[in-house]
């Protein structure tokens, strides 16, 4: 089975007909509708998307198969997945967060720091979650130029240039 990458998920019911909230996490958020047929994370079911409406972090949706409030309540927090060969191929500078979780990250010197745990986005930009055997706690990497100027996906790597005191003990 081909990779499966997160690009929505389902946040309750709206109104009493199945229609429901849906979250997209594609860079252009009317999208999600295209990549269709999407899956659950396991897999056991399919859905086919219709957009009905935009609404405040998210659209009205309506799901194939889902006919009541009833169903689409149950689906509250269901993650939506797509296959990777339905989504667009990115330019060279930019990484799908499925890419970059797991990669190991290294400093400018060589030293592996840990690996890349999560990959968040807060408003401002997106941040690699650093977590590894020498850390007392996670560490939040900006992922900008500046600080993480190599990613290598072919070798499962990262060399990143951090702030002053970031991996400090």
């Known amino acids: 089975m081909d990779e499966m990458i997160c690009v929505g998920a389902i946040a309750g019911a709206f109104g009493v007909n199945g229609e429901l909230r ?3 996490f594609t860079a252009e958020p009317e999208d999600i509708a295209a ?3 999407l899956s659950t994370e396991d897999g056991t079911r399919q859905f086919t998307i219709t957009l009905n409406g935009q609404i405040k ?3 009205t949706a309506q799901l194939s198969g889902v006919a009541s409030k009833e169903q689409a309540d149950a ?7 797509a296959e990777r ?11 799908y967060h499925a890419d970059l979780i797991g990669l190991d990250v290294y400093d400018t010197g060589g030293t592996l720091l840990g690996r890349v745990k999560d990959v968040l986005n807060h408003g401002a930009s997106d941040l690699l979650e650093i977590q590894g ?15 993480v100027p190599t990613v290598d996906l072919s070798k499962g ?13």
């Open 22 to 24: 849906l979250k997209s």
């Open 35 to 37: 990549y269709g047929p």
């Open 57 to 59: 972090n998210g659209f």
């Open 75 to 81: 689906l509250r927090g269901v993650r939506l997945f």
């Open 85 to 95: 060969s339905q989504l667009p191929n990115l330019p060279d500078d930019e990484y």
């Open 133 to 147: 055997d020498g850390l007392k706690d996670t560490v939040l990497l900006p992922f900008t130029l500046d600080a």
């Open 157 to 169: 790597r990262i060399v990143c240039d951090p702030p002053d005191g970031l991996f400090a003990d």
